[in-house]
Every structure is written in C-alpha cells, then in structure tokens.
C-alpha cells in the first residue's frame, strides 16, 4: 500500500534544496493503480501546501496518467512487487517506477486501427524524458514531467 514517506534528512533537504520525495510500494493487485494515482495526486499536494511549490492542474492529471500506464504495464506483463518513487525541484518531477519483469517496454508501431496498448506511447508524449534500465532483478522506468504549463508538451 502506498504512503507518503519523508524522512528527517529528506524534509531537511526539502526545506534547503527544495526538492521534495516521496516512495510507495505495492503488489499491484486489483485497485493498486487507483492507489498509485492517489499517491501522485496526495505528492503533489502535499508538494504545494507543505512545500509551497507550484504545480499546474494540467501537470497533477498527467502525472496520474503517466503512473496509471506504468502501473497499468506491471499489472499486465510483470504482476508482482512494484516500487514508485517520486522526487521533484518544483519545475521537473521525475517518476521512477521498478518492477520484476525482465522484459523491457517497447512502443508498438503507429497504427490508428489497433485497439488498445497505447499506453507507452502517450507515456513517451506527455513526458519530457524517459529511460528504461535492467536491473539485476527486473527494470526500472524514470520519466520526468514539467510542473508547469508553459514547458508542457
């Protein structure tokens, strides 16, 4: 189940840097990725109110669309323990999500008449980076979005 977690060092660093992180784990059963987009929305929340970052409304949903697909992929090709991480400065947030699968996500070709698996290609559009490396065990996903309107895509 996630939760948002902050340790002393990390509100620490927070208040000195401004950058502000938060970590969840779940096991992506059945209505884990109602919880993971919760999580992301409660971040950047709490982001804000604790903070005093700025966040646009548009930046909050894509977010939660971005970890809605990733979570979305590990329920479908590696079912099991995923981990979410979030960090932000206040202008970028980079979402990194590990899971057990071995595979490595792949875009499919642009089709207009396939239905469905287009999940990574709105990932790769909405994001203004993204990487994918092995780990010993499974991969591990860091995208980055931009907080703000004006360097959305």
């Known amino acids: 189940m996630?939760?948002?977690t902050m340790n002393g060092r990390e509100r620490q660093e927070a208040a000195v840097t401004g950058t502000v992180r938060g970590s969840a784990v779940y096991d992506m059963a059945s209505g884990e990725i109602a919880q993971?987009?919760?999580f992301v929305r409660d971040f950047l929340d709490a982001a804000q109110s604790q903070h005093g970052l700025s966040v646009s409304a548009r930046a909050v949903e894509?977010?939660?669309?971005?970890v809605s697909e990733l979570a979305t992929n590990v329920c479908k090709y590696a079912p099991g323990p995923c981990l979410l991480d979030l960090e932000t400065d206040g202008v970028l947030m980079d979402i990194v999500m590990?899971?057990?699968?071995a595979?490595?996500?792949?875009a499919s070709p642009a089709d207009p008449t396939r239905i469905g698996q287009h999940g990574l290609e709105l990932?790769?559009?909405?994001c203004?980076?993204?990487a994918v490396h092995r780990e010993p065990v499974g991969k591990r996903i860091?995208?980055?979005i931009p907080l703000h309107d004006t360097s959305m895509p």
């Open 123 to 126: 990932v790769l559009l909405v």
């Open 36 to 38: 993971a987009r919760a």
């Open 98 to 101: 590990w899971d057990s699968g």
């Open 2 to 4: 996630g939760q948002l």
């Open 128 to 130: 203004q980076s993204f």
């Open 62 to 66: 894509i977010a939660q669309l971005v």
């Open 103 to 106: 595979v490595l996500p792949a």
């Open 142 to 144: 860091r995208v980055q």
